[in-house]
């Protein structure tokens, strides 16, 4: 897979060098310069080291005496210290200021680079989820072998093979899904509504950018969708009156199932993860009218809360998929 995003990607906080420790190595350089300036005349300050040798009082015995007499000893170090030449400061400050003002040039560029990095990277994402409509504005056949083999293309270059989301992983389970949808339904078409970015990157380093899109997904039930898709309803409406009323009213009706869906992008342009919500319910009750049928029929459907159909759950596999997810949306 190659890179999608263009442009070199930022440089990572590992590689820069954080501020407070440049501004501390630059007060330590101002701080040495000093400190080498008013070493400058040691002979005025051996003749004070003299003087203050010659002078010194007896040694105290008791504590408080002696730390006020070390106390008395610094101040007169410090009052005996040869104050440095002003030319040499004004240098010393101008280097400073000149250092401070390389670093605010850095910081800029960096920040620059950064948010042209970003701006190029969320416009390349949201024109990788409108192509990712437009790639299954009719679905997924593999049977299709033209079509599908374009679909796979695309969907080998934006999504990574070991995609993420609670009910399974892995490229080849997704489009299993959408061939599910595809093959169990008639004339199935997804249209994209709205998409939006957001800000998710600060809640984990590997989400360089998220997506949010919402759309509609509309398809037309089959005898084959009530069998293989809700098992449950078909087999009571072998033998119940009310259960086949139901699955006549389904069969070859049209049904508009709105869909959400987010895409977290990694740095290198390909989604990791993802997350989606389909709501089902709210077709059933369209078509049949009656909320408590169309709780019955959404109970009776081997559909997970995402959107997904079933296959088969493992609750120590699905709690380790829920660990490596970033924060859900949806």
């Known amino acids: 897979?190659?890179?999608?995003?263009h442009g070199p990607l930022p440089p990572s906080e590992e590689?820069?060098?954080?501020?407070?420790?440049?501004?501390?190595?630059?007060?330590?350089?101002?701080?040495?310069?000093?400190?080498?300036?008013?070493?400058?005349?040691p002979s005025e300050r051996n003749a004070s080291n003299r003087n203050n040798r010659r002078h010194r009082p007896p040694y105290p015995r008791n504590c408080?005496?002696?730390?006020?007499?070390?106390?008395?000893?610094?101040?007169?170090?410090?009052?005996?210290?040869p104050e440095p030449d002003d030319a040499t400061l004004d240098t010393a400050i101008r280097s400073l200021q000149a250092h401070i003002a390389s670093l605010e040039r850095s910081t800029?560029?960096?920040?620059?680079?950064?948010?042209?990095?970003?701006?190029?990277?969320?416009?390349?994402?949201?024109?990788?989820t409108r192509e990712y409509f437009l790639q299954f504005?009719?679905?997924?056949?593999s049977a299709d072998s033209e079509r599908s083999a374009i679909t796979s293309r695309f969907m080998a270059s934006v999504f990574r093979p070991d995609i993420l989301c609670r009910d399974f992983q892995g490229l080849q389970a997704y489009m299993d899904q959408w061939e599910k949808y595809t093959t169990f339904h008639e004339k199935l078409t997804f249209r994209l509504n709205t998409v939006r970015l957001v800000n998710n990157e600060e809640d984990d380093p590997r989400c360089a950018v998220t997506v949010y899109a919402n759309g509609e997904l509309h398809v037309t039930f089959t005898q084959d969708t009530l069998k293989f898709l809700y098992p449950a309803l078909f087999t009571q409406s072998l033998h119940n009156a009310q259960e086949r009323e139901i699955v006549n009213t389904l069969v070859g009706s049209r049904g508009r199932l709105p869909t959400e869906l987010v895409l977290h992008f990694d740095r290198q342009g390909?989604?990791?993860a993802f997350e989606s919500r389909v709501n089902l319910v709210s077709t059933l009750l369209t078509v049949l009218h009656s909320p408590s049928a169309a709780i019955h029929v959404h109970q009776s459907s081997i559909m997970t809360a995402d959107g997904h159909w079933q296959a088969g759950t493992d609750a120590e596999e699905a709690t380790r998929r829920q660990r490596k997810l970033p924060r859900q949306l949806l």
Do not use: K
């Open 64 to 81: 408080a005496s002696r730390r006020r007499q070390d106390a008395r000893a610094r101040r007169r170090e410090v009052e005996a210290e």
């Open 137 to 141: 504005v009719h679905g997924y056949d």
């Open 108 to 128: 800029l560029l960096r920040d620059s680079a950064t948010l042209l990095w970003r701006a190029n990277s969320s416009a390349a994402a949201l024109d990788l």
């Open 1 to 5: 897979m190659l890179p999608l995003f």
């Open 270 to 272: 390909h989604v990791f």
């Open 15 to 41: 590689d820069l060098p954080q501020d407070s420790d440049v501004v501390q190595y630059l007060a330590r350089r101002f701080a040495r310069i000093v400190t080498l300036r008013h070493l400058q005349r």
